[in-house]
């Protein structure tokens, strides 16, 4: 087990990279604890893939360096960095047992088979693989065979940290439910560092204890579920996290206040420095956008069931506005008016957080 | 809604009439010519299974079908290990796949009596550039001489001439597996012996067996480029199966043995065929 640090890390598949768009990583900056669980989250081609194999050594970073517990693993290969990694597809010795693909690694490395046979059973036991011990591993369904994959991982008792590179993929939905609480449950029991890469953010935030956004490139914020969901450091994360996302719309401040369609909105964290911003915006979940006696007027364009709650789309003066009501309330019809609450309602400049310098 | 009527065998009457006309009926013919004797005149007596007994106890039919039962084997141990060490050292990717696959592939689009010639030539003791070679390593070869010289050119040509095949669909089942099987044994610390035996070979499996059953059934019917190459001599040492069976039905004219003997042959090849797919796919099966 180890700490990981990522240091002024930028990787480009160009050979020789000139523009800003060359690097599919721009720059990384990260310290990840011992044990902890980790998501790296964002829309493909984001560059979540890349970092996660420069951490497993499959791909060398064009600069920075790699640290597993302050020493430099940059230049090691993928085998001398006691990493495991379970694929996007399941991967699996398919000439072999299931007792023997969760020996593979063990025995690659010379351990008596009187200890390889105890780790086995172990392993086995905690992802409930024990009756199918013996089965030919080729004719499995793909979530068994994923846990095998994971399964190779966890018997080795060198492993630094165990990836997943979008593990849930090929999964049918009613069982990745069930392999997502497994997983967790497999984490909190064993306390290897864990790195999950995903696209999906109900998997990112069921998962980890902290979640790493990443967009071109770039980390645009770390933080806990609670924290990418009440205080996006950008209007992406605002966005890519929520179903449906944060609502965006277009501000202009002055006299210290800012200002919808010429409507005074309150903003909880103040308007911040926003002199010099080409862009301004405010943002706020729809979860915090009620109906009002008074406020900014909109109209109301659509109405979406969503089982525990509705999804109520509202025009105002040209800007979508997303509001949503308790399932079974009265919604009301034609013109209305909307308001924000103000302490989960804040300005943006140019998509980051106004007046927080520590949000970048 | 079903119906149940039998419109659909109106479907698969065209490939019935097809196969009937390129397979069935030409095949008739040789049971109709198997089991009857004849001395001219278009005048046929009955034979019963006269022909097939004095086959299966010809000595001559015994020794070309072990020629070609050890002819088989030879190629065949030879052609897929080495195909897929071949397939095995090729680049996966850059520019030098196409130059590779076009290099391999040069072989398989020569016709087969070409290829015959070109080695009787290259094989001549005196002129030819192999004969000349071996004779200068101070080896006395001389292929219209000595068995084991014309044997020994045969295999070399059978190699030349068809380990692409097997080279080809190795690779094809080589770069179909996914680069994270790879990267997957490196973490896991598999070295290039067990990628090998549990990734590579296992994933290779069903093209090997396709190129097993084809290099089998190929070398099996082996005709044109031994013909060509050495005409079944010194002797009767290279004569294989189909080269004695066109002696008997148009050099001897003796139709009623070369039919048998062909039918024979047939099954040979069919059940040998057979034994080699089932046991190369047994583990799917269970």
Same mark, same amino acid.
């Given at each position: ?7 002024? *890390? ?7 990279? +000139?523009? =800003? ?13 011992? &044990? ?75 351990? !008596?088979?009187?200890?390889?046979? @105890?780790?086995?059973?172990?392993? !086995?036991?905690?992802?409930? *693989? ?6 030919? @591993? ?49 984490? +909190? ?26 967009? =071109? ?98 025009? @105002? ?16 019809? &034609? ?26 | #809604?079903?119906? =149940? ?70 190629? *065949? ?7 897929? @060490? ?36 290259? !094989? ?96 099996? #019917? ?62 799917? !099966?269970?």
């Amino acid at each position: 087990m180890a700490k990981i640090g990522l240091k002024a *890390l930028r990787h480009s598949y160009h050979p020789n990279p +000139q523009a =800003e768009a060359d690097w599919a990583l721009r720059r990384i900056d990260l310290d990840w604890d011992d &044990g902890g669980a980790y998501a790296l989250l964002g829309p493909s081609g984001c560059g979540k893939t890349t970092l996660l194999n420069i951490i497993s050594g499959l791909v060398v970073p064009t600069e920075g360096r790699v640290l597993f517990d302050e020493r430099d693993v940059t230049a090691l290969p993928p085998d001398q960095r006691h990493i495991a990694q379970v694929f996007q597809f399941p991967v699996i010795y398919d000439t072999m047992s299931v007792y023997d693909n969760l020996a593979f690694p063990l025995r690659n490395r010379g351990v !008596a088979e009187d200890r390889v046979d @105890a780790r086995v059973r172990e392993i !086995a036991e905690m992802l409930e *693989l024990s009756d199918m011990l013996k089965t030919r @591993a080729a004719g499995l369904a793909a979530d068994s065979k994923q846990k095998i994959s994971l399964g190779r991982g966890l018997v080795r008792d060198d492993v630094n940290v165990i990836m997943f590179d979008e593990p849930l993929t090929v999964i049918d939905p009613h069982l990745k439910w069930k392999l997502r609480s497994k997983l967790k449950e497999l984490h +909190q029991k064993v306390r290897v560092t864990m790195i999950y890469v995903t696209h999906d953010q109900t998997e990112a935030l069921t998962f980890a204890d902290q979640v790493v956004v990443m967009q =071109e490139g770039e980390i645009v914020q770390i933080g806990s579920p609670v924290e990418l969901f009440e205080r996006p450091a950008h209007t992406f994360v605002g966005h890519f996290i929520g179903s449906p996302g944060m609502n965006v719309l277009p501000c202009e401040v002055r006299d210290g206040g800012a200002f919808f369609r010429g409507h005074h909105v309150q903003v909880g964290e103040g308007v911040g420095h926003t002199s010099g911003a080409r862009r301004l915006e405010i943002g706020v979940r729809p979860e915090y956008v009620s109906f009002a006696e008074s406020g900014i007027p909109a109209a109301v364009v659509k109405v979406a069931d969503a089982g525990r709650h509705r999804i109520v789309e509202l025009s @105002a003066d040209g800007s979508r506005i997303h509001l949503l009501a308790p399932a079974g309330g009265a919604i009301p019809e &034609g013109a209305v008016h909307v308001r924000f609450d103000p302490a989960r309602t804040r300005v943006y400049a140019d998509g980051w957080l106004a007046g927080r310098e520590d949000a970048r | #809604m079903k119906t =149940e009527n039998q419109k659909g065998w109106f479907f698969i009457l065209p490939v019935m009439l097809l196969v009937a006309f390129n397979a069935l009926v030409p095949l008739m013919t040789v049971v109709n010519y198997s089991v009857q004797e004849t001395f001219g005149n278009n005048v046929f007596f009955w034979h019963g299974v006269g022909w097939f007994e004095d086959v299966l106890h010809s000595e001559r039919f015994h020794a070309a079908l072990g020629r070609q039962l050890l002819f088989t084997g030879t190629i *065949l141990a030879i052609e897929v290990p080495l195909g897929v @060490a071949i397939a095995l050292a090729m680049p996966k990717k850059g520019p030098w796949v196409p130059v590779c696959l076009v290099l391999m592939a040069l072989p398989l689009l020569i016709p087969w009596n070409v290829v015959g010639a070109m080695w009787n030539i290259f !094989a001549l003791p005196d002129i030819g550039l192999l004969g000349r070679m071996i004779n200068g390593m101070g080896i006395d070869y001389n292929m219209t001489q000595q068995p084991w010289a014309a044997w020994f050119t045969v295999i070399l040509m059978d190699v030349w001439h068809w380990t692409s095949l097997v080279v080809l669909l190795a690779y094809a089942g080589l770069i179909a597996i996914p680069d994270a099987y790879y990267q997957a044994a490196k973490i896991d610390g598999a070295g290039p012996w067990a990628v090998f035996r549990h990734i590579q070979l296992p994933k290779m499996k069903k093209v090997l067996t396709i190129a097993v059953l084809l290099r089998f059934m190929d070398s099996f #019917m082996i005709y044109t480029e031994p013909f060509v190459l050495t005409g079944g001599g010194p002797g009767n040492s290279t004569t294989f199966l189909s080269i004695d069976l066109v002696k008997i039905a148009l050099g001897q004219f003796d139709l009623g043995p070369a039919a048998a003997m062909s039918l024979i042959y047939f099954v040979i090849t069919l059940l040998v065929s057979w034994v080699f797919y089932t046991v190369m796919t047994r583990d799917e !099966a269970q």
